[in-house]
C-alpha cells in the first residue's frame, strides 16, 4: 500500500513539474488501438501518459499503448480533483441530452425564482425518497428546482416500473407522482404512452448510480441519498462556489 501510495503521489509531481505538450500522433495511434474515437483520448497534464474515456469510464494509458493507468488523477499541488472534474461534464452533458421535457419539475412558484436546480433520479417506492418528495416545498422555499428522473431499482416489468410509467403517462404528472410517493396506485386509462422510463433506467446505470435518491447538481456533483432542504442549499452554494479548472 505504501509503496502504491507513493507511486502514486512520484506520478502526480511529475504532473505538476512537465505539463504534456499535445501529440496528435500518438492520441490517434491509442485511440485505434483501443478502438475508441479519436476525441476520447486527450493528452493528460502528465508528460507522455493520455487519458482514455469508454462511455463513461476514465483511465490513462502511456503514449507507446502498453501501459493502462487506473485511478483518478489528482493534482496535489492545487487540490484539484482532474479526473472526478471531467466526469462532472460528463454527467451534465449525458442529462442535457437526456433533455428537460423528459423531467418531471417541482419549481419554486412565482415570483420566487430557482437559484439552483438539481436532477434526482428517484424510485416511486424509495423510501427516503418519498421523504424527500414530502418535503418539497421546504425545498422550493430554499430556491431549489426538483427535477426528477425515474430509476425503478427493480428493473423492467416491475410495480416499480409500470408505476413509474403510469405517472409519466398522467394527464397530471406532478399529482401523479406524489400520490404514487404516498403509495398510491396509478392507473392509465387505455394504453400506455411513449415514455422515457427505459431511457432515464439506462442512463441511471450507466453513469454507475446504483441507488436512490441520487442527486446530480449543477456543477455536475452527486450527492446520494437524502439531505434536508437547509443543508442542501448550503451544499449547493459550496459546489456553485468550486473553481473550475
Same mark, same amino acid.
Given at each position: 500500500?505504501?509503496? @502504491?501510495? *507513493? ?16 501529440? $496528435? ?6 485511440? /485505434? ?30 503514449? $507507446? ?53 438539481? +436532477?434526482?433520479? +428517484? ?7 418519498? /421523504? ?7 425545498? @422550493? ?30 394527464? $397530471?404528472?406532478?399529482? &401523479?407522482?406524489?400520490? &404514487? /410517493? +404516498? ?7 387505455? /394504453? *400506455?404512452?411513449? @415514455?422515457?422510463?427505459? #431511457? #432515464? ?17 449543477? @456543477?455536475? $456533483? ?17 459546489? +456553485? ?5
Amino acid at each position: 500500500m505504501k509503496s @502504491n501510495l *507513493l507511486a502514486a503521489v512520484a506520478l502526480l509531481f511529475i504532473a505538476v513539474a512537465a505539463p504534456a505538450q499535445a501529440g $496528435d500522433d500518438a492520441a490517434e495511434r491509442i485511440a /485505434k488501438q483501443l478502438g475508441l474515437k479519436a476525441e476520447n483520448v486527450r493528452p493528460s497534464p502528465v508528460a507522455g501518459i493520455y487519458e482514455v474515456q469508454h462511455d463513461h469510464e476514465f483511465g490513462y494509458v502511456t503514449a $507507446d499503448g502498453r501501459y493502462l493507468l487506473r485511478g483518478d488523477l489528482v493534482d496535489l499541488k492545487t487540490g484539484k480533483e482532474l479526473t472526478e472534474e471531467h466526469r462532472r461534464d460528463d454527467r451534465l452533458a449525458e442529462i442535457g441530452k437526456l433533455g428537460q421535457n423528459k423531467l418531471i419539475e417541482f419549481a419554486p412558484s412565482p415570483p420566487q425564482v430557482a437559484k439552483y436546480t438539481v +436532477t434526482v433520479f +428517484t424510485d416511486v417506492d424509495c423510501g427516503y425518497c418519498r /421523504k424527500l418528495h414530502s418535503e418539497i416545498a421546504q425545498y @422550493n422555499a430554499q430556491g431549489i428546482a426538483i427535477r426528477y428522473a425515474f430509476f425503478p431499482r427493480s428493473g423492467p416489468d416491475t410495480d416499480s416500473w409500470r408505476t413509474a410509467e403510469a405517472v409519466w403517462c398522467s394527464a $397530471d404528472r406532478q399529482k &401523479a407522482l406524489t400520490d &404514487a /410517493k +404516498t403509495g398510491a396506485t396509478i392507473k392509465v386509462k387505455g /394504453k *400506455l404512452c411513449d @415514455n422515457p422510463i427505459a #431511457e #432515464e433506467y439506462q442512463l441511471a446505470q450507466d453513469l454507475g448510480i446504483r441507488g436512490t435518491p441520487m442527486m446530480v447538481f449543477p @456543477n455536475g $456533483d452527486i450527492f446520494p441519498g437524502y439531505i434536508p432542504a437547509p443543508a442542501l442549499a448550503q451544499k449547493l452554494a459550496e459546489a +456553485t462556489a468550486k473553481p473550475k479548472s
